[in-house]
């Protein structure tokens, strides 16, 4: 059965610090897909990045990055200086052919960015 | 990326009254949708998945009689929740799935029922 653990359930950084969000997952499929969600209060969900299982590589998009580790499961995200508009709960998400390609979110972690 | 609508935004009802949530898939076709729920503080759980054409699968402990989806075009898929009570308030998310792989959610519709 697939798993997604979010263990940090709140973090509160203050503006400018990085942050790290961790995730680690579980899955039986050698082919699948994580994904990362930012949650605004007014909880409409924010696509922010999709990696299928066959591509390692560690993205950068602007203040963000992931670190993808197939080795530790894990699919951490940073944000980098961060900002108050960066607050929200940020989900991450594994999808497979075993979930019918269904999205399988963790718990979520809010962050809280202050100023 | 591809926009998903839903409809309406927010409803509120009275308790033992219906209401029928739209999802829609604006520019693409989906032949599955996956619809979602998520209580306050909450992740978001599956609670089924439609297919065009046939019949939806639902997740354990989700009541098919309660929660009917049909699925009737590529770009269409509906939820109902029957005789609604106060503990299905919810927030209720749709998702389209494209031919190649990806999913796009809805904005969502935050069900209160009274």
């Known amino acids: 059965a697939q798993k997604v653990t979010q263990a940090q359930t709140e973090i509160s950084v203050v503006e400018k610090e990085d942050v790290t969000l961790d995730c680690v997952y579980e899955?039986?499929?050698?082919?699948?897909?994580l994904f990362w969600y930012k949650q605004p209060p007014s909880g409409e969900l924010v696509f922010l990045i999709r990696?299928?299982?066959?591509?390692?590589q560690n993205e950068i998009s602007g203040r963000y990055s992931w670190n993808f580790q197939k080795s530790t499961s894990s699919f951490n995200f940073t944000i980098t200086a961060s900002q108050v508009v960066d607050s929200a709960v940020y989900f991450c998400a594994l999808s497979d052919r075993d979930s019918g390609y269904a999205l399988n979110f963790g718990k979520g972690t809010s962050l809280l960015v202050t100023p | 990326g591809a926009v998903v609508s839903q409809h309406p935004s927010r409803v509120i009802c009275k308790s033992g009254t219906s209401v029928k949530i739209e999802c829609r898939s604006l520019?693409?076709?989906?032949?599955?949708m996956f619809w979602y729920r998520q209580f306050p503080k909450q992740s978001l759980m599956l609670m089924a998945t439609?297919?065009?054409?046939?019949?939806?699968?639902?997740e354990q402990g989700v009541e098919k009689d309660k929660f009917l989806i049909n699925h009737a075009s590529l770009t269409l898929s509906t939820l109902t929740v029957t005789s609604a009570h106060p503990e299905d308030s919810s927030f209720y998310i749709c998702?389209?799935?494209?031919?190649?792989?990806?999913?796009?959610f809805g904005p969502g519709t935050r069900l209160t029922v009274l």
């Open positions: 439609s297919n065009e054409g046939s019949k939806a699968t639902y």
């Open positions: 899955t039986r499929d050698t082919t699948y897909y």
């Open positions: 990696r299928n299982s066959f591509d390692e």
């Open positions: 520019d693409f076709q989906a032949t599955t």
């Open positions: 998702s389209a799935r494209t031919g190649m792989n990806e999913q796009f």
